[in-house]
């Protein structure tokens, strides 16, 4: 049997909230969502799209880590930080191109979405796509996918002028494409950052 994997859908997110309500009760971070919906082109409309680890296959997350906290299983999926590890230098927040992990001064620890692990790892939905309505996070096999979904499934992004990120996590756009490109913006000086409006541009109105 092929493997499943996550598929995140943004243009069937009808931004209820339930993947957000679920994450926040899983055990191993119970009252904490790991997921979060992006508000895209907000001036115009309220289209939402939902926001996970993707997992990446060389997750610079943890390759700026120096406590090297931030584990990647056999089956490639990233895990959070060990605690006993991580000093709670925010150096994976910032370099994370998905704005994907979470500081919490409090624990002063960074967590983010290990993929439901207790559940993927025993071939159980993640709880954000056991709870979906409309399938815009959906966890099948490739061949599931083609059978039933009208676009095409990609995984390979390319940010800014270059970096070539390839995530476990694919996204679902229109037909036509072969890798997904994000352009980036520059904030006064700071380092560039990915424009959450490039989101918009993935959303398939039809194909
Ligand atoms: S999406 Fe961010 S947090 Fe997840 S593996 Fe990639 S770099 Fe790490
Ligand atoms: S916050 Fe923790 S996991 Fe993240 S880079 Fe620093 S030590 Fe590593």
Redesign the pocket.
Known sequence: MSERVLFIDYARCIGCQACVQACEECDTHKGQAMIHLETIRRRDSVQTAPQVCMHCEDPI?AR????D??KQTPDGVVQS?LAP?????????LACPFGV?K?FAEID??MKCDLCYDRTSIGKKPMCATVCPSQALSYMTNDEFERTRRGVALNQWVFGEGEEVRTKVSVVVPRGRDRVHVDLIELGGRPKVAEPDDVAALLSEDD
């Not at 700026?64 to 406590?67: E, F, R, T």
């Not at 590890?85 to 927040?93: A, E, F, K, L």
Request: charged share 5%; with cysteine; glycine share 4%.
């Open positions: 997350c700026v880590c120096p406590a906290a931030i930080a590890r991580c000093i709670g230098c925010s150096n994976c927040v992990p500081y620890q960074m």
